[in-house]
């Protein structure tokens, strides 16, 4: 569907996505920043989060994380109000400017 809505290619259908991580550094043995970590990058990595979103503009951006301990304090950081969704897949809904932002 991406190629057929953008008119793109099995070449170039990539163009038209993005790839980012809530936290920006993390330990690479263990994987995931520990709670020091995650508190120390938090304000810095909600404020690239917003930047992200005003600068590349997304119609929609999919947040593919666990809801209560990563995307949760981001949003609470950057003031981006959020809904609680109950569905199968969907954990969370929240709109920032013009960016529907879905939490799976």
């Keep these: 569907m991406l190629k057929e809505t953008n008119k793109r290619t099995d070449e170039d259908w990539n163009n038209n996505i993005a790839y980012s991580n809530l936290m920006k550094i993390s330990p690479s043995p263990k994987g995931n920043p520990n709670e020091d970590e995650k508190s ?8 690239l989060f917003k930047l992200e979103q005003e600068q590349l503009r997304p119609k ?13 304090p981001i949003f609470n950081e950057t003031k981006i109000k959020f809904n609680i969704e109950n569905g199968l897949y969907v954990q969370a809904t929240a709109d920032y400017k013009d960016t529907k932002v879905i939490v799976t």
Excluded at 40 to 47: G, I, L, M
Aim: hydrophobic letters at 40%.
């Design 60 to 72: 929609n951006c999919l947040v593919i994380t666990n809801f209560k301990n990563w995307a949760e």
């Design 40 to 47: 120390f990058q938090r304000k810095c990595s909600a404020e």
